[in-house]
């Protein structure tokens, strides 16, 4: 009887998602449960960086707060949208401010993204990257 030769396993593909967050605290908390969703966080403190990372390697899923310092989020996904166009339907929008009082409804509702207002419970997070990563 001769011995089967080792099959490779399966390679898992763990997706890679940027987080880009001007609050440290809440960027930690972001990256923390993402890990445990078996995904890997990188992070960048303004769209500036964002732009940057997202240049240099290949990601899965954007989560992006909404109102940052000079480029806010909705400068960063009409960037991105057009220069990675695949991931124009893979962002997680957070923020702090009221959506509707901060005109950023219309474009959240066209962009088609996902968004959470804060504060907002980590089961909420949770299900939202899950939505996120399924699309």
């Given at each position: 009887?001769?011995?089967?030769?080792?099959q490779p396993s399966?390679?898992?593909?763990?997706?890679?998602?940027?987080?880009?967050?001007?609050?440290?605290?809440?960027?930690?908390?972001?990256?923390?449960?993402?890990?445990?969703?078996?995904?890997?966080?990188?992070?960048?403190?303004?769209?500036?960086?964002?732009?940057?990372?997202?240049?240099?390697?290949?990601?899965?899923?954007?989560?992006?707060?909404?109102?940052?310092?000079?480029?806010?989020?909705?400068?960063?996904?009409?960037?991105?949208?057009?220069?990675?166009?695949?991931?124009?339907?893979?962002?997680?929008?957070?923020?702090?401010?009221?959506?509707?009082?901060?005109?950023?409804?219309?474009?959240?509702?066209?962009?088609?993204?996902?968004?959470?207002?804060?504060?907002?419970?980590?089961?909420?997070?949770?299900?939202?990257?899950?939505?996120?990563?399924?699309?």
């Amino acid at each position: 009887m001769t011995a089967m030769p080792d099959q490779p396993s399966p390679v898992r593909i763990i997706p890679r998602v940027l987080v880009v967050e001007d609050d440290y605290q809440l960027a930690d908390l972001l990256s923390e449960v993402l890990v445990r969703e078996n995904v890997t966080p990188e992070l960048a403190a303004n769209g500036m960086e964002a732009l940057e990372k997202l240049r240099e390697a290949d990601y899965e899923a954007v989560v992006c707060d909404l109102m940052m310092p000079r480029v806010d989020g909705h400068e960063l996904y009409t960037t991105v949208a057009h220069e990675f166009p695949h991931l124009a339907g893979r962002f997680l929008f957070v923020t702090g401010q009221a959506v509707s009082r901060s005109g950023f409804t219309d474009f959240v509702y066209r962009s088609g993204s996902l968004l959470l207002e804060k504060p907002f419970d980590i089961e909420q997070l949770r299900a939202a990257l899950r939505e996120l990563l399924a699309r």
